[in-house]
């Protein structure tokens, strides 16, 4: 494939091989960009500015919707190279580009709501006889810079509602699975004026810097690790930000909850995408009482999954995203188990392959929950009372999304004001998102929020009129 910028498909000498991670075979290539091909999208994207404020918003609406309707009539070849590229199995694959689907859907809509507001200047002195409001206004140019784990879905959430509100992109997927979102990008640029999408593809090291810290941009809108976002925030200046950057997301239940419900939520939340993604459960907090049923059950449902090629249909655990991957998760349970933690189920690797796990015994300071463990993980951590279930699941730079299951409103009123993440979701998983929803996190887990209607209103500035 090619990257796309101002409206033309460009190819480069030197490209990279984009990979499948279940077989190591090649999948497709893409170019090797560089700093003239990132400054190239950047401008190609100021001057498209003015075409996108000039759309109304009854045209723009339209525009996404015919977007909308193409990428529906390629959603299977899509959610084909989603599986191809991550080996993400093909059913979740399918449900990505629904969700995807549904984003762009809201944004079409969206962009017919972009509404200020007045202002009761005579409720000061020097307003009587004085009318002001608010309208909205594009940022300009945004960056979009997206990870491989959902490769459409997440750049779908920054580039609809960038374009919603009138702005114009530059887009850098994953190199680790670039190819469905470029293609996403690719059908979204040929809808629009020239320059609107541009889509680059090359090594971070060469083409972020230009991207992040040239004047031109207006926003970073950015999902990723902790130590790109930090970088980013320090080299973005006067931008705008929003940095998505993960999450050690904790799921607790009590001795009052429903442990079927509960052990069905901790393992579609553990093994989602072989654990490989920021609200997926890291960590799961277990109050004495139910802990060894709950567990029982838990390594019961655990060992039913089936683990294999990711184009099969009945496949629920496919590879990670690469052998080293998985090597990391690895090395990480094997240190928690020399240090006291118990293997219930699982703990195999093989290739880029690492078996669902259930790991009894954690204690809150291994590097299995302290950190971002990203593998098919279910860690068990035991505690006596809900203030403790509190203290551990805040005992963590991150604070992203937490799963409370309880059926005692006096617990869920506790668990939602004592932790501290940017959502606590009561008798749901931390994995559940709807696409609509406001969505971001605490302390190191970023800054902004996500979710069509918020991020559109990220997307804009105020500007005020007075009329005297």
Do not use: W
Not at 152 to 169: D, Q, S
Not at 253 to 270: I, K, R
């Amino acid at each position: 494939m090619k990257m796309f910028i101002n409206g033309q498909f460009i190819d480069k000498k030197d490209r990279i091989a984009v990979t499948n991670p279940f077989n190591n075979e090649t999948v497709d290539h893409v170019p090797l960009g560089d700093i003239s091909d990132a400054k190239d999208a950047i401008n190609a994207a100021f001057k498209a500015k003015k075409s996108m404020r000039d759309l109304s918003s009854r045209k723009l609406s339209r525009i996404l919707y015919d977007i909308h309707h193409e990428l529906k009539e390629k959603s299977k070849e899509i959610s084909e190279l989603i599986c191809l590229e991550t080996g993400k199995p093909i059913k979740d694959s399918k449900i990505e580009m629904e969700r995807s689907l549904q984003t762009l859907l809201m944004a079409a809509e969206e962009s017919k709501r972009i509404y200020g507001e007045t202002i009761p200047m005579d409720a000061a002195i020097a307003g009587k006889s004085v009318f002001g409001f608010t309208i909205k206004i594009p940022l300009g140019v945004v960056t979009a810079i997206t990870p491989f784990n959902y490769p459409v879905n997440l750049a779908i959430h920054k580039l609809a509602p960038a374009l919603a509100a009138k702005n114009t992109v530059v887009f850098k997927p994953s190199m680790k699975a670039p190819l469905s979102a470029l293609k996403m990008a690719e059908i979204m640029g040929q809808h629009l004026p020239e320059g609107a999408v541009n889509a680059v593809t090359g090594s971070s090291n060469v083409l972020g810097e230009e991207i992040i810290t040239n004047p031109l941009i207006n926003k970073i809108s950015f999902t990723g690790s902790v130590s790109t976002g930090l970088s980013i925030a320090k080299k973005a200046g006067m931008k705008k930000l929003t940095l998505e950057l993960g999450g050690n997301d904790p799921l607790i239940v009590m001795d009052d909850a429903n442990l079927d419900a509960a052990v069905t939520a901790a393992v579609g939340g553990s093994y989602l995408n072989a654990g490989q993604v920021c609200i997926a459960v890291k960590r799961i907090i277990l109050h004495n009482n139910i802990a060894d049923q709950f567990v029982e059950q838990l390594v019961s449902q655990t060992k039913k999954l089936k683990m294999g090629d990711p184009m099969d249909p009945r496949t629920d655990i496919g590879p990670l995203i690469s052998e080293n991957s998985a090597i990391m998760v690895e090395k990480v349970v094997d240190d928690s188990i020399k240090n006291g933690a118990k293997l219930l189920c699982g703990g195999k690797r093989k290739g880029a392959f690492y078996e669902p796990s259930v790991i009894d015994n954690v204690h809150p300071e291994m590097k299995l929950v302290q950190n971002e463990t990203f593998g098919p993980i279910s860690p068990i951590i035991r505690v006596k009372t809900l203030e403790e279930a509190i203290n551990v699941s805040n005992n963590t730079p991150y604070g992203l999304q937490a799963g409370v299951f309880t059926e005692n409103i006096e617990n869920a009123k506790k668990a939602v004001q004592g932790i501290e993440s940017g959502s606590v979701l009561i008798n749901k998983q931390p994995t559940f998102r709807t696409d609509n929803m406001p969505f971001g996190g605490f302390k190191m887990s970023g800054i902004g929020k996500e979710g069509v209607k918020y991020a559109v209103e990220d997307m804009t500035r105020s500007k005020l009129v007075v009329i005297g």
